[in-house]
């Protein structure tokens, strides 16, 4: 009896002194985890849409709240809320779902680490949305990171019948316009269409918004320097852009096509066994450099008798053409391949 009673108040005080304890700490609840270990929030959440599905991608957090640095994360906590078109409501909550746990990894030395995560089991006619959160351990979780969302419905096919047309200081791009899904149904819906562009071949990039149209002029471009373009379908559901497949490359070099302005004030004189020509520069920007033709009285046409480089403007001919009258015009080249010639200059004979 003794040794019962002995237990009843050994467990009475044990009871007393866990409350007085919880009490005293203020844990009500689990405990709060210091700033100095809960990660910063992720905020570069960001998503790719294809006909594979969807690609989410993310950041590791580097930092605390605090400021301190994060060497490694435990794990990522990923909430998706998927909702019916006809059911999506822009005031209402987002019915997030218990979220999925994904691992987690040591940050790189020296670049930070990228997380990825992919579905492909995605029902069409609804809109999905996505938020993440990391942890350093089952106690120190982050707020939560920024929310991306995207409407998901059966994507178009991808454009055919690419073709760039070259210009000077411009390329057209055309295709043939889209007609049917990936499951090979027509089509219902508003198709439109977005220029994707490479200098590089990789790293495309959108220029500007979706069209409607089957043709781009581009002419944010360089003469000589290499185009990379593919064309992305995009499909118009109930106002929100749906991603569709995208076409394979084209590529194509811009061609400058615009000659230099001719020389001005051509003059001949005469020298000892020959006539030397004078004129001013051309006004281009990009001049290579010069031509010289010589025409006789009784020709029609003028032949090239010498080049000049741009810094030269002056050139001697010591094959001219006895008892014959003779005219010189100039002109100028520009840097292009093949180079632009300018109209000829004003022709001009041996002053007597």
């Given at each position: 009896m003794k040794s019962l009673n002995g237990a009843r108040v050994a467990g009475s005080l044990l009871l007393?002194?866990?409350?007085?304890?919880?009490?005293g700490c203020g844990f009500k609840n689990y405990p709060v985890p210091p700033a100095s270990v809960v990660p910063k929030p992720i905020e570069d959440l960001?998503?790719?849409v294809d006909a594979k599905g969807v690609t989410l991608t993310w950041s590791y957090p580097v930092q605390t709240v605090k400021g301190?640095?994060?060497s490694e994360i435990s794990s990522f906590e990923l909430y998706r809320?998927?909702?019916?078109?006809?059911?999506?409501?822009?005031?209402?909550?987002?019915?997030?779902?218990?979220?999925?746990v994904l691992p987690g990894g040591v940050n790189g030395d020296e670049t930070r680490r990228i997380g990825t995560f992919q579905s492909s089991l995605l029902r069409s006619g609804h809109k999905y949305f996505f938020k993440i959160r990391s942890r350093t351990s089952w106690w120190a979780a982050s707020a939560d990171s920024n929310i991306v969302s995207f409407v998901w419905h059966t994507?178009?096919?991808?454009?055919?019948g690419l073709k760039v047309?070259?210009?000077?200081?411009?390329?057209?791009?055309?295709?043939?316009p889209v007609t049917s899904y990936l499951d090979g149904r027509k089509v219902d819906m508003p198709v439109e269409y977005q220029v994707l562009r490479s200098q590089g071949g990789k790293g495309f990039?959108?220029?500007?918004?979706?069209?409607?149209?089957?043709?781009y002029v581009d002419r944010m471009v360089l003469d000589g320097q290499k185009y990379f373009y593919k064309i992305q379908s995009v499909l118009i559901v109930e106002g929100n852009v749906v991603d569709g497949s995208t076409s394979n490359e084209v590529s194509a070099v811009p061609v400058d096509l615009t000659p230099p302005l001719p020389p001005a004030s051509v003059t001949v004189i005469g020298v000892a066994g020959g006539n030397k020509l004078y004129w001013e520069k051309s006004t281009g920007s990009d001049?290579?450099?010069?031509r010289i033709y010589r025409r006789a009285a009784n020709e029609e046409k003028a032949i090239l008798v010498g080049k000049t480089k741009a810094d030269t403007v002056t050139f001697t001919d010591m094959k001219v053409p006895k008892n014959v009258r003779v005219y010189y015009s100039v002109t100028a080249i520009d840097k292009a391949t093949p180079p632009n010639e300018s109209a000829h200059s004003r022709e001009a004979t041996l002053r007597h």
């Open positions: 007393i002194g866990t409350l007085l304890f919880i009490g960001r998503y790719a301190t640095d994060i809320a998927v909702v019916p078109l006809d059911d999506y409501c822009s005031g209402c909550p987002i019915p997030f779902g218990e979220p999925q994507p178009t096919k991808a454009p055919e047309k070259v210009g000077d200081g411009q390329l057209t791009i055309t295709w043939q990039k959108a220029l500007g918004k979706a069209m409607s149209g089957t043709t001049v290579a450099g010069y």
